[in-house]
């Protein structure tokens, strides 16, 4: 097995500050009254996460990955987040600039109806094939600018714990 604690199966989870037991890590925060910062007052696992408080709209939690991926490889990405606010979507996306051209946010997982108060696990692929072009094509990616992984939530108070991004056989 590779070093870094992965989930299971023999995977190695590439975000190595995803846990927040030790730190905030790499972790930045958009739009938010209170920016990110580590908190005990909930964790989905051990006794820290981060929390960021009063989004706006297109708040985020996020954090780079560009060193831990690769042009033409698909990812496994996993968050767990809890929200104060059922409102308004929760959001995992990345920002992803590829190919030259502007940023793209493709949708990792999205949960319209969040309930709040209470972990909420959100799983998906990370897909690095393909570049979008416009609305209705896309070409081979060749090329990253940025990558981008975060959480977003346009409404109350965000917390994030539990990071994980697997490569895809
Ligand atoms: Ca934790």
Redesign the pocket.
Known sequence: MGGSGGSGGGSTNLIPDG???TGQGQWGSYNFTTPVAVTNTA???????LMAATAAVNANISRSILGFVAVGKKYTATAYARVTDASTALKFQITLGCNGRADDYPVVAWNATPTANTWIALTGTVDLTVCKVDASTTDALTTLQKVDLFVGKDVGDLYV??VSLVLLP
């Open positions: 846990t927040f037991e964790a989905h696992g051990g006794t820290n996460s714990d539990d």
